[in-house]
């Protein structure tokens, strides 16, 4: 089978069956064989090509499912540098901001209080809202388009980043997304609209106040990562390091 042949069958032509085998995979939630067959693409791409920064993606996407937010930053940061379309860059960009926003979420109380009272958010955050603003401001695919405002939304509920216009630029962001799934039956984001709605109202009655109660996160007892999850939090472009097992 392609997927066991060697040199005698050309890289690229064992690329895409990796690839959709690595998208089958996480469709049915298997998310480190997913990253695997991601991994086992991804190094048979030559430096510079296109396909690397949809990989990152894909990789970084499973990470943050799994909920290893550091590895899933670390790959969309880096997917980000790589990316030139549109597409991948926008897809990388709101998944660096979902992913932050996810970190900032399952962080313990008192370092949730601490960073806002501090320094609300840190600085590559920061960084990751405003490259999300700046592609929300390009022509975008619907359904790109859609999942980028809800995130971003999300953030802003979450982080409290307080943009120049603040609740307003959130409202706006929501309406969007909403008149795009009324257009596009994007019926999936339904139950996402209806709870960032009921946040939305609850972070703009707090806005004036004191910093307003967060219920303790539960505390998880740690796992190893998985190698291909290690793997994509050590990555650099720089210096890719070879993955072995899962």
């Known amino acids: 089978p392609i997927f066991t042949a060697g040199p005698q069958v ?17 469709k049915r ?16 791409i030559a430096d510079g090509m296109p396909q690397r920064a949809d990989l990152l993606v894909t990789l970084a996407e499973c990470a943050s499912d799994l909920g290893d937010h550091a590895a899933a930053i670390n790959g969309f940061q880096h997917a980000l540098r790589l990316a030139v379309a549109t597409r991948v860059r926008i897809a990388a960009a709101t998944g660096l901001v979902q992913a932050h926003t996810r970190q900032f979420a399952t962080a313990s109380a008192l370092a949730r209080k601490n960073e806002w009272l501090e320094h609300a958010m840190a600085p590559d955050a920061v960084d990751a809202l405003t490259q999300l603003d700046e592609l929300l401001q390009q022509p975008l695919a619907p359904q790109e388009l859609t999942l980028a405002l809800l995130v971003r939304t999300e953030a802003w509920v979450t982080l409290a980043d307080a ?7 959130a409202t ?3 309406d969007r997304a ?10 999936e984001y339904a139950f996402r609209v209806e709870a ?9 009655e707090s806005i004036a106040g004191e910093l307003p109660a967060r ?10 990562r998985p190698t291909v999850v290690q793997r994509l939090a050590e990555y650099s472009s720089a210096a890719p390091t070879a993955a072995v097992g899962i």
């Open 29 to 44: 939630g298997d998310l480190v064989d997913a990253m695997l067959c991601a991994w086992n693409a991804f190094d048979l």
């Open 178 to 187: 909403r008149a795009l799934i009324a257009a596009h039956g994007y019926h």
């Open 215 to 224: 219920a303790p996160a539960l505390r998880r007892r740690q796992r190893a």
């Open 10 to 26: 050309a890289a690229p032509t064992r690329v895409h069956p990796w690839m959709g085998l690595a998208m089958v995979r996480r």
């Open 163 to 169: 943009p120049p216009n603040g609740a307003l630029d």
């Open 172 to 174: 706006r962001w929501l």
């Open 196 to 204: 960032l709605v009921k946040r939305l109202e609850a972070r703009e």
